[in-house]
């Protein structure tokens, strides 16, 4: 079946670093694939999306390029933010189909 | 904005209670979904709709029921609460025009059962 799979949490960085957290999917279809953002005591938010293979969606300073020869979807910034400290969700969807799969979520905590 | 209200934000229930969750959403949407969030397991899809009174079961259906009478709201019934359904649960919607646009969600409902 249709699966994602995230990198280990927690994360924790410094102000200012690099951060990349890695995903991969299974899916036999064609899929469209998102990373969801959820901050504290709130739900997920939609952080950018790619639905195509070589699309690269970005939003906040985040961005993720869909490779279909790796299946990934890997989400980085060249530098963050204490208050990108969240939880982050990679998702699929596959085209046609409405149920979005998720991964198990990253916990990202940025010390100053 | 697309707005997706969800009635309680924490409840504690005792075992054995029949609880409701409400969903109510703004935007016309066609789907709806129900998820429950634990730490570890990311989010597991309970139950969804793709029109009023359409239900079909997700990953983990057991131990719950869903209603859609109206097309903007869809509730989550644990039939008789119990422990291990204790969890944050996340109500979320869709256009049916394009799963492309991904996923509106609530701000959640945490849900303690003693």
């Known amino acids: 079946g249709d699966s994602v799979t995230q990198m280990e949490g927690p994360v924790t960085l410094s102000e200012e670093a690099f951060l990349t957290i890695n995903c991969t999917y299974t899916?036999?279809?064609?899929?469209?694939l998102f990373w969801y953002v959820q901050y504290p005591g709130e739900g997920l938010q939609l952080l950018l999306k790619?639905?195509?293979?070589?699309d690269k969606g970005s939003n906040k300073g985040f961005e993720a390029t869909y490779r279909k020869e790796t299946t990934s979807f890997h989400l980085e910034k060249g530098s963050v933010q204490v208050s990108d400290s969240a939880v982050y969700f990679c998702?699929?969807?596959?085209?046609?189909?409405?149920?979005?799969?998720f991964g198990q979520g990253t916990r990202l905590t940025i010390n100053p | 904005d697309v707005k997706v209200t969800q009635s309680s934000r924490y409840l504690v229930k005792r075992t054995g209670e029949k609880v409701f969750l409400e969903c109510v959403q703004d935007?016309?949407?066609?789907?709806m979904f129900w998820y429950r969030q634990d730490p570890g397991l990311g989010l597991r899809l309970i139950y969804f709709?793709?029109?009023?009174?359409?239900?079909e079961k997700g990953d983990i259906p057991e131990g719950y029921s869903v209603s859609r009478e109206k097309k903007e709201r869809f509730s989550l019934i644990l039939e008789s609460a119990s422990t291990n359904q204790t969890s944050m649960y996340l109500c979320?919607?869709?256009?049916?025009?394009?799963?492309?646009?991904?996923?509106?969600f609530g701000s959640g409902t945490r849900l303690t059962v003693v």
């Open positions: 979320a919607s869709s256009s049916g025009q394009d799963s492309n646009y991904g996923y509106t």
């Open positions: 935007m016309d949407h066609e789907n």
């Open positions: 899916a036999t279809g064609y899929p469209s």
């Open positions: 709709s793709y029109d009023v009174k359409m239900k």
């Open positions: 790619a639905t195509k293979a070589d």
């Open positions: 998702a699929l969807t596959i085209q046609g189909a409405q149920k979005l799969v």
